[in-house]
């Protein structure tokens, strides 16, 4: 059910410039590429399930966003979006993943042994390691749009699919809306659970509604391998592990992926994928792997260096403080990641993601001994 | 153009027709189901409401939600829609919530299985299939309207309106909510002598402006409590919002926050009758002047006044004093007495604070089934009532609690 914006027929009967959003205050991805042309050209136009152009740019008029931060400003509500708003989308898309064009292709490469090293990170420096990406289950339509009964049997296939695997990748569900204190207190502690979004880019999206209803979380009797269910795409599955192997957590993470994507495929609900666009997500900024590979790492010293922003450009990395996107940094620790979607595989992603923060302890090591590090400055990479 | 198809779901064979409606927007209601198939479908939708505790929850059955669950109005607003601000709020033991709004005054007619019985529930009774709602705003009616001022501090009279024929806060379009402030803004203009006054846009407003509406208790902000935004209400915000007062301030009207229109009229001290007098000529006035350009308000005879939540209905109306009860808030029969009166309390914030200072906001309980004057009456009546326990309290006599007077007159 598209929220709030069901009557798009009748919208039609006002011009133009009566339904046109003020978007003079606004600073995001979405509001910089429309125009009351394209709103106009766009606006009595649906997909088969019903998401309209006001249902995809809500959120963006809704927030208008930081001076410093650019949101994106617009969601997709099925895979259909990206093909029948293509001439809002595909503007966005290429701003926001660095002037990929309509025509370019997508590299998907999940074949962990293509990664060179990555198992020898010192963990002195490298606390974790972790690698997460989304999935969405062909056929139904994405978190922003989705009905109570999609939600549902998203979940019901995805526990079907997640409570069959062996092995390694042996575990349970925890449904939210009938966990226990206990296994929610456990869910806690291992920073495993996730909350109701209260994000305004997120409601305004409409992607808490029915909270809980169809939301859980899987992971495995090892806790290394987890997968969040209907919280902002159909699936976040995450593989991740103390210390400094990435590459163990890589491949966990790809052979989980795989297994995964062949139990929905048998039920012929396999994952959202085009080659132009790779992983369909419910956030552009999410297109392409929808990987984001890093650690938490000590750079006390790096950190205060007056290079470390330029360094984490080259390397096409970014920071984030240990809470997660828009925290701060705790005792010099930083969490490090791949900075690119679209536009390169998953072992592009973190072959990078290895070979900088490598790099970087190596820095770190160096500034310690109180020696120069200009020498070791890469180029662009 | 129907073209039979085929989809199988859970072993039933459900036998679908693809039907063109020519308003539907939504291709998902595009599919009209048939048979029993209809019922089960419908079941895998129906919201899980084991944990809430609102009037949509207490009233909505498997039964009514299959009914009503393809139905559309004819603006296109859904069943789902309309009651998703209760699915997303479970509601407070203590406090019961609505849990359903309408998106446009047609959602009373076309849900009403489910809006129904929550009305009946919500207005203690009032049963929307038989009864017929008084409106009357003839505040010449009104007597012993004049408080004493050492007890009660302000005096306030609001309610909402609504323009026929544009969708309400949680449906309307951005086109809709702007023709809404034209409409109302324009007529506005119109209005002369103590009335004369001012709108004051929200996106528009300077800062200058913004922080004298702040120091005059006018401003309102863009809704926070889920119970509103998971309505649709905030969207767009501040897009056709604004703030409209008379120079005396004493007359004030909100623009597309909640509802289309909220009206209020309001003064220091305890002159209820002048709040009233006010209160009623700037509504018909405003009236007159919409009704002038080819506008109504939304009304009918069973439901009064249409206002996007069903708890605002009929009157729409809170009468209300600022009022210092120190001595008799500490009696353990205040509530009994209070309820008796048909008066609820509030703290001097509004709903849900606390009294500061033994002053507590005292108004009408009751929205739906009386008249603005026999509301209003019932506050003044209430209010003196209240005073004189005070005052008795005062010279050390006892108080008596009054017998509850009759709701429906």
Same mark, same amino acid.
């Given at each position: ?17 009566? &339904?046109?959003?003020?978007?003079? !205050? ?7 590429? +429309?125009?009351? #042309?394209?709103? /106009? @050209? ?107 009964? &999609?939600?549902?049997?998203?979940? !019901? ?7 069959? +695997?062996?092995? #390694?990748?042996? /575990? @349970? ?209 | ?409």
């Amino acid at each position: 059910m598209p929220f709030g914006n069901t009557h798009n027929n009748f919208k039609l009967n006002y011009k133009v410039e009566e &339904e046109y959003p003020d978007l003079s !205050k606004h600073n995001n991805h979405m509001a910089k590429v +429309l125009t009351k #042309e394209l709103y /106009g @050209k766009l606006r009595d136009k649906q997909t088969s399930s019903g998401y309209t152009l006001d249902d995809v740019i809500q959120t963006g008029i809704d927030n208008p966003g930081h001076p410093f931060i650019m949101t994106v400003g617009c969601v997709a509500g099925d895979e259909e979006s990206y093909e029948v708003f293509k001439d809002l989308l595909d503007p966005v898309i290429s701003d926001r993943h660095g002037g990929y064009k309509p025509t370019d292709k997508h590299k998907t490469d999940l074949n962990f042994e293509n990664l060179k090293g990555g198992d020898d990170l010192d963990p002195n420096y490298v606390l974790s390691s972790r690698v997460r990406t989304g999935r969405s289950i062909k056929g139904y339509t994405l978190p922003p749009h989705n009905s109570r009964g &999609e939600r549902r049997a998203i979940e !019901k296939l995805s526990i079907e699919a997640l409570t069959s +695997l062996e092995g #390694e990748f042996k /575990g @349970k569900y925890y449904p939210l809306k009938s966990m226990t204190d206990a296994e929610q207190e456990q869910l806690i502690n291992d920073h495993f659970l996730f909350d109701k979004p209260v994000s305004p880019l997120l409601t305004c999206a409409g992607m808490a509604r029915d909270w809980p209803d169809g939301r859980g979380i899987w992971h495995n009797d090892d806790k290394t391998f987890l997968v969040w269910v209907n919280e902002e795409d159909h699936l976040r599955v995450i593989s991740m592990q103390k210390g400094g192997n990435m590459r163990e957590v890589f491949r966990r993470f790809c052979v989980g992926l795989q297994k995964i994507e062949e139990i929905f495929k048998k039920h012929n609900h396999g994952f959202m994928w085009n080659e132009h666009l790779g992983y369909i997500l419910t956030c552009p900024s999410n297109l392409g792997t929808g990987l984001r590979g890093g650690v938490h790492v000590k750079l006390p010293k790096l950190s205060t260096h007056a290079k470390f922003e330029e360094i984490l450009t080259r390397l096409r990395l970014q920071k984030r403080g240990t809470g997660g996107v828009d925290t701060a940094s705790v005792g010099g620790v930083f969490d490090i990641s791949n900075a690119d979607r679209l536009g390169s595989s998953e072992v592009e992603q973190v072959q990078l993601v290895v070979d900088g923060v490598k790099l970087m302890v190596e820095m770190e090591k160096k500034l310690e001994k109180g020696e120069a590090i200009d020498s070791m400055i890469p180029a662009q990479k | 153009m129907p073209s039979p198809s085929l989809i199988e779901s859970k072993g039933f064979v459900l036998l679908t027709a693809f039907t063109f409606f020519p308003e539907g927007p939504n291709a998902y209601l595009k599919y009209h189901l048939f048979f029993i198939s209809h019922f089960y479908l419908c079941s895998s939708e129906y919201p899980d409401l084991r944990q809430h505790n609102n009037c949509m929850a207490s009233n909505l059955t498997p039964a009514i939600y299959a009914k009503l669950c393809d139905k559309t109005t004819p603006n296109g607003y859904t069943l789902d829609q309309a009651i998703q601000t209760g699915v997303d709020n479970p509601g407070h033991p203590f406090i019961k919530t609505v849990g359903m709004v309408a998106g446009d005054e047609e959602s009373y007619e076309v849900f009403a299985d489910l809006l129904d019985p929550i009305i009946k529930e919500r207005h203690n009774g009032y049963d929307p299939c038989v009864m017929k709602h008084p409106t009357d705003l003839d505040s010449s009616k009104i007597h012993s309207g004049q408080f004493d001022d050492r007890y009660v501090l302000s005096s306030r009279v609001r309610t909402g309106r609504s323009i026929r024929g544009l969708s309400l806060p949680p449906a309307c379009t951005r086109a809709e909510r702007r023709e809404v402030e034209r409409v109302v803004v324009d007529a506005l203009a119109g209005l002369k002598g103590d009335l004369t006054g001012r709108y004051y846009s929200l996106t528009q407003m300077t800062e200058k402006e913004q922080q004298q509406l702040i120091d005059d208790h006018f401003l309102f902000d863009k809704p926070v409590s889920p119970l509103l935004t998971c309505a649709g209400m905030a969207r767009d915000w501040p897009d056709a919002r604004g703030i409209w007062h008379n120079n005396e301030k004493t007359f004030l009207i909100w623009i597309n926050e909640e509802d289309h229109t909220r009206v209020i009229s309001m003064e220091k001290g305890g002159n209820m009758k002048r709040v009233f007098d006010r209160f009623c000529r700037g509504l018909k006035e405003v009236e007159r002047l919409i009704q002038e350009r080819g506008w109504e308000f939304m009304w009918n005879e069973r439901l009064g006044y249409i206002l996007t939540c069903p708890s605002n209905l009929g009157t729409g109306l809170r009468a209300g004093v600022h009022v210092k009860l120190p001595l008799l808030s500490k009696d353990p029969r205040f509530s009994k007495i209070l309820d008796n009166l048909r008066l609820q309390k509030r703290g001097t914030g509004g709903v849900d604070t606390a009294a500061v200072g033994g002053v507590f906001d005292i108004s009408n309980l009751d929205r739906l089934g009386q008249s603005e004057v026999q509301l209003v009456q019932t506050v003044v009546d209430g209010v003196n009532y209240l005073i004189e326990c005070e005052k008795r309290l005062e010279r050390g006599q006892d108080i008596k609690v009054p017998p509850p007077i009759k709701q429906f007159k």
